[in-house]
């Protein structure tokens, strides 16, 4: 039986300015909020610009916990960390994202 792996990385998007940038990072491969597995990130095409022409291939997943990941935060998680979020009180309470990481 293979363990799970401890991180994993993914493409995200982040929003400067209403222009859409992709930025690979690596994140762990567990909810920050419950502890349980994030699920299987797929790839996903997104648009980056205000006309919605420029398309580019962003990962995305649902958590089989149920608790929704958001660009924002996976981004915060991967430059400072998990322990320094958990440090400032971002997690593991944060609210609902406003926006979702898999936008349909
Ligand atoms: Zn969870």
């Not at 293979?2 to 491969?29: C, H, K, Q, W």
């Not at 022409?53 to 430059?79: I, K, Q, T």
């Amino acid at each position: 039986m293979n363990a799970r792996p401890v991180t994993m990385s993914v493409r995200v998007a982040e929003f400067i300015d209403g222009l859409g940038y992709v930025r690979e990072v690596t994140i762990e491969a567990t909810c920050p909020r419950c502890g349980g597995p994030r699920g299987w990130p797929k790839t996903q095409m997104m648009s980056m610009g205000r006309s919605g022409r420029d398309r580019r291939e962003v990962d995305c997943w649902s958590n089989p916990c149920g608790h929704v990941d958001a660009f924002d935060l996976v981004l915060a998680e991967a430059e400072f960390g998990r322990a320094v979020l958990v440090e400032a009180g971002v997690l593991p309470q944060l609210p609902q994202p406003q926006e979702a990481l898999c936008p349909s």
